[in-house]
């Protein structure tokens, strides 16, 4: 009998998994923990203004209650972790969104999808992880591939193209976008 081999499969579905701990804090410093990142604050609301194309007034007001629960200003934040998928409708709409918020001080903002694809489901559960690494070991993620911003996203706009930055951010923003006008922001911060 021929020995058996394990052929990893390509999942043509873009699944994906990524599990983050979360406690209080006081309970991770008694046991000793190994704290990646401190989430300062949230927000989610949904339009369902178009099954698929988000709609950036409804993400910029996600991303300034995000900003009002952590107790940020939009200057603070460091970097973007971007839904970023890589299509003209959500870049734009990112982009624009940002906009709305930062005006033309738009912090660093990258994509991991354009290393890792969409993981559907668990792709902000990546960009929180990624946002965690990025506080803890001082960085910021590339956008895979970039050889030019386009120019309908005008000026301003810092991809991290191709490869990671040595950086110290202090606060982070991740966003996630989902079907039917769903909008989710996490603020991350480093943990002193």
Same mark, same amino acid.
């Given at each position: 009998m021929p020995p058996l081999r394990h052929r990893p499969e390509r999942d043509p579905d873009g699944r994906g998994g990524v599990a983050l701990l979360l406690e209080p804090y006081d309970r991770a410093v008694s046991r000793g923990a190994r704290i990646y990142a401190e989430v300062l604050g949230y927000s989610v609301n949904c339009d369902a203004e178009h099954m698929v194309h988000p709609d950036p007034t409804s993400i910029a007001a996600c991303i300034r209650d995000a900003h009002r629960n952590a107790g940020v200003l939009p200057e603070q934040i460091d970097y973007i972790c971007a839904h970023g998928t890589?299509?003209?409708t959500n870049d734009a709409t990112e982009v624009a969104a940002a906009r709305e918020v930062f005006g033309n001080r738009i912090p660093p903002i990258s994509s991991i999808k354009?290393? #890792?694809g969409h993981t559907m489901g668990a792709a902000s559960g990546f960009g929180a992880l990624i946002c965690c690494m990025a506080l803890y070991e001082g960085f910021?993620?590339?956008t895979a591939n970039v050889e030019q911003v386009d120019p309908a996203l005008g000026e301003g706009v810092d991809p991290v193209p191709g490869t990671a930055r #040595?950086?110290?951010p202090q606060v982070v923003e991740n966003h996630g976008f989902a079907f039917g006008?769903?909008?989710a922001i996490t603020i991350l911060g480093k943990v002193a």
């Open positions: 890589g299509t003209r354009s290393i #890792i910021l993620p590339p #040595i950086a110290q006008g769903n909008n």
